[in-house]
C-alpha cells in the first residue's frame, strides 16, 4: 500500500506533538475552547503495486488491512467535515475563565452556506446527456431520449445533488452502479445509489497509468454471543464487499481477522454451488469516484480557520456588549459588606459616605466596551476572504451607482464564479465518463440501447445566461455586422449554455446560409442607407450653387 502524502503526514505529525507541547505548558487567562483546531489537507489516494492481472480474491485479503487503515483515516476526517458542515463546530466548547457567567456562544455556519450554494449554482438544474453536434451528421439519434428517460426514472438529478454535496464538504464522492435487480419495476436496467464516502473507498495502481483496480464498501452488523458464565454478549462485525473488473468477493472482518467468505452461485433455477470469487456477468468497476480536485480538497478544510474566527469575534462580541450591559460597581475610599449591598441594589439606590474629607467616597461603573465597528471590519474582511477561496459571489447591500451591468458582475464575484463552476464541471465529466460506460454496458447487454456510443453523448449543464441580455445580443449582432463565423459568434457572445447545438438548430431552421444571407440584408441596408446620404449631400450642394448663381451680390 503506497501514499504519496505519507512524508506530509509525518510533517503534519511532528507540527501537531510541537502545538499540543505547546498547550501543555501554557495556561489560558482569556476565552479558551476546549478543543484544539483542526486543519486537513485533502483525502488520501489509496494505491497498490498490484496490477490487475495480479488481482485475485487472496491477494485483496492480504492488503485489504492496510488498506482500511488508510481509508479509516479519511474516514475521520471525513466524519469532522460533515459534522463541521451540519453546525457542530469548536465554538461551541468555548469556555471563560473572566466572569465565566457571560459566555455567549454564536455559530454561524458559512459552512453550510457555501456548500448549499455551490450546489444550488451548479447543480441546480438537472445535468443533461445531449448528442455532440457533428459537421457531416445531421441525424438525431433516439437512443439519447431514451437514456435521458432512464436516468429521469432512477432520480439522478437529486443524486447528483447528493455527489456535489460530498464533493464541497470532504472534497470526493462515490457512485454505486449496478444491474437492476429483478423485482424491481422501473424501467431503467440498471440502477444507482450516492455512497456515503465513510464507507466507501476506490484503490488505484500505483503505476503511470493510475488506473482504478478495485473498489468496495462495508456495512456494520452485530451477534449475540452467550458466554460459559451465562452473560450476553454482542458482538460486532462488517462484511466488506469489493469489486474488480471481472469477479466480486466478500470478506468477514471481526477482531482484526479477515475471512474470505463463500457466495452462492446459481447453475440454474434450482442447484447452486459456493465460489469465493462470483464473476459478473457485465464487467466494469462497479463504485465510481467523483473527486472535485486531484488533491481531494473540499471547500470547507479551505476555509475552517477563517470559519473558526467568525464565530469566536461573533461570540466575544455579544460578550462584550453584554459585559457594557452589566458593568462592575467600583466603591472608591467606601466599604460595604456583601448582604449590605445586595439590600442596595435591591431597592435601586447605593449609600455612600464618607469619613475622610480629603479621600471622598464614590461608586463608578467599570466599564470598557468593545467597538462594534472595529470588529465589524475583522469580521468583513475575514467573510469577504472566505467567499473568495471558495469562488462564491458577495451579496453587495450598497447602491451600485454608475456601474454597468458587467461591472457589477465583475465586482461582486459572478464571473468568477462562474469560471469555478466550469472546472468543478470539467472534474465531474471526466468520472461521469466512466459512469457511462458501465452504463452502456449494461443497456447493451439488456437490449435496451444498442447504437449509442460514449463518444456520441455530450454532458450539458444548464446556467442562467440572460444576465446582461442587452449588452449580450449587440456584441453578437456586432459580430454578424463585422462578418465573424457564426459558430465563433455564438461562443464569444455568452448567450447559450451549448452553443454549438444552438448553430445546428439555427442552420436546420434558416438554412445553412442563414447568417451569411441576414449580412447580405445588413449590408444592402447599409450601401442604402450611404446612397441615400450621398444622394442627400448632392442635392444640398446643388441647391447651394444655383443659390449662389442667382445672388447678385455674388458677381455671377
Request: with cysteine.
Amino acid at each position: 500500500m503506497e501514499d504519496f502524502r505519507s512524508e506530509e503526514n509525518s510533517n503534519l505529525k511532528d507540527n501537531s506533538q510541537n502545538s499540543e507541547a505547546v498547550r501543555t505548558t501554557d495556561t489560558p487567562t482569556v476565552t479558551p475552547i476546549n478543543e484544539p483546531q483542526r486543519v486537513f489537507f485533502g483525502r488520501r489516494v489509496l494505491r497498490t503495486s498490484l496490477t490487475k492481472k495480479e488481482l485475485t480474491a487472496e491477494k485483496i485479503r492480504q492488503i485489504l488491512p492496510q488498506v482500511l487503515r488508510e481509508h479509516e483515516r479519511n474516514a475521520n476526517e471525513i466524519g469532522y467535515l460533515y459534522n463541521y458542515y451540519k453546525g457542530k463546530q469548536p465554538i461551541l466548547k468555548k469556555q471563560k475563565v473572566v466572569r465565566p457567567e457571560i459566555n455567549n456562544k454564536v455559530l454561524e455556519n458559512h459552512a453550510f452556506e457555501v456548500v448549499e450554494f455551490k450546489k444550488a449554482y451548479i447543480y441546480g438544474e438537472p445535468v443533461q446527456y445531449v448528442q455532440k453536434g457533428e459537421k457531416n451528421n445531421e441525424t438525431i439519434n433516439p437512443d439519447i431520449s431514451e437514456l435521458n428517460k432512464y436516468m429521469e426514472s432512477e432520480d439522478k438529478a437529486s443524486q447528483d445533488k447528493e455527489i456535489a454535496e460530498w464533493q464541497y464538504i470532504c472534497g470526493t464522492a462515490y457512485r454505486w452502479v449496478d444491474v437492476d435487480s429483478e423485482d424491481d419495476e422501473d424501467e431503467a436496467p440498471f440502477e444507482i445509489r450516492t455512497a456515503d464516502p465513510r464507507k466507501t473507498f476506490v484503490v488505484y495502481s500505483s503505476g503511470i497509468k493510475g488506473e482504478q483496480l478495485f473498489c468496495g464498501y462495508y456495512s456494520y452488523f452485530s451477534n449475540r454471543i452467550m458466554a460459559e458464565d451465562g452473560n450476553e454478549y454482542i458482538s460486532k462485525y462488517r462484511i466488506i464487499t469489493v469489486y474488480t473488473d471481472t469477479f466480486m468477493c466478500q470478506y468477514k472482518e471481526s477482531f482484526g481477522n479477515f475471512e474470505l467468505l463463500d457466495m452462492d452461485m446459481p447453475i440454474n433455477d434450482t442447484e447452486f454451488i459456493k465460489v469465493k470469487e462470483y464473476p459478473l456477468k457485465i464487467k466494469g468497476q462497479r463504485i465510481i469516484e467523483y473527486p472535485l480536485n486531484q488533491a481531494r480538497l473540499g471547500l470547507i478544510e479551505l476555509v475552517m480557520t477563517g470559519l473558526n474566527a467568525l464565530n469566536r469575534i461573533k461570540s466575544d462580541d455579544i460578550d462584550g456588549i453584554d459585559q457594557f450591559v452589566q458593568s462592575l460597581l467600583v466603591f472608591i475610599n467606601q466599604e460595604i459588606d456583601i448582604p449590605t449591598f445586595k439590600k442596595l441594589v435591591e431597592a435601586g439606590a447605593i449609600e455612600v459616605s464618607s469619613s475622610d474629607p480629603n479621600k471622598p467616597a464614590d461608586v463608578k461603573l467599570l466599564t470598557s466596551q468593545l467597538l462594534h465597528s472595529e470588529t465589524k471590519i475583522v469580521t468583513d474582511d475575514i467573510y469577504n476572504n472566505i467567499l473568495t477561496i471558495c469562488g462564491v459571489p458577495r451579496l453587495n447591500d450598497k447602491p451600485s451607482g454608475g456601474d454597468t451591468g458587467q461591472a457589477r458582475l465583475l465586482g461582486e464575484g459572478w464571473t468568477m464564479a462562474d469560471e469555478r463552476a466550469k472546472q468543478d464541471e470539467l472534474s465531474f465529466k471526466k468520472s461521469e465518463r466512466q459512469f457511462l460506460k458501465l452504463i452502456l454496458r449494461i443497456c447493451k447487454y439488456e437490449n435496451k440501447i444498442t447504437t449509442l456510443k460514449n463518444s456520441d453523448i455530450d454532458i450539458k449543464f444548464t446556467r442562467n445566461k440572460s444576465d446582461n441580455l442587452l449588452v449580450k445580443t449587440q456584441g453578437l449582432l456586432n459580430m454578424k455586422e463585422a462578418q465573424v463565423s457564426p459558430d465563433i459568434a455564438f461562443t464569444i457572445c455568452g448567450l447559450f449554455s451549448d452553443p454549438n447545438d444552438v448553430y445546428a438548430k439555427a442552420k436546420k431552421y434558416f438554412g445553412d446560409n442563414f447568417w451569411k444571407s441576414e449580412g447580405e440584408k445588413v449590408s444592402n441596408n447599409l450601401t442604402t442607407l450611404s446612397n441615400q446620404n450621398n444622394d442627400s449631400q448632392n442635392n444640398d450642394n446643388q441647391d447651394k450653387n444655383s443659390k449662389e448663381k442667382n445672388n447678385p451680390a455674388s458677381g455671377g
